[in-house]
């Protein structure tokens, strides 16, 4: 079974920017459609981007996204610009292993990492 391992969280000012990676072993990336999901404090988890066929980001991050991966390397990565103290959360890579098929449900999706920490200051 593939596993994730996200890294890049760090404390950042309000207006920087970050490179998240995802690092999978024991699976394909090519293979996957991989998601991008944040949980803040108190709040539920939540959908930020995914790729696979095609790519689609939450309204929230539209226009300071990009996500991207590595079929050499087996990492996906998520950029973010323009940050903002909102961007605050732990940020989980997770896979659907078994389709390209691209979801914004967490549920679909069966495998996780264990999450990097973003921290925005104002």
């Known amino acids: 079974q593939v596993q994730l391992v996200e890294s890049g969280g760090e404390l950042v000012q309000s207006g920087g920017s970050l490179r998240l990676s995802c690092v999978a072993s024991g699976g394909t990336l090519s293979n996957y459609a991989i998601g991008w999901f944040r949980q803040a404090p108190g709040k539920e988890r939540e959908f930020v981007a995914t790729?696979?066929?095609?790519?689609l980001y939450a309204d929230s991050v539209r226009g300071r996204c990009f996500i991207s991966k590595d079929h050499v390397q087996e990492v996906a990565y998520l950029h973010l610009s323009s940050l903002k103290p909102e961007d605050t959360a732990v940020y989980y890579c997770?896979?659907?292993?078994?389709?390209?098929?691209?979801?914004?449900?967490?549920?679909?999706?069966?495998?996780w990492g264990q999450g990097t920490q973003v921290t925005v200051s104002s």
């Open positions: 790729i696979g066929r095609g790519t």
């Open positions: 997770a896979a659907r292993t078994r389709t390209l098929v691209i979801a914004t449900t967490a549920d679909l999706y069966d495998s």
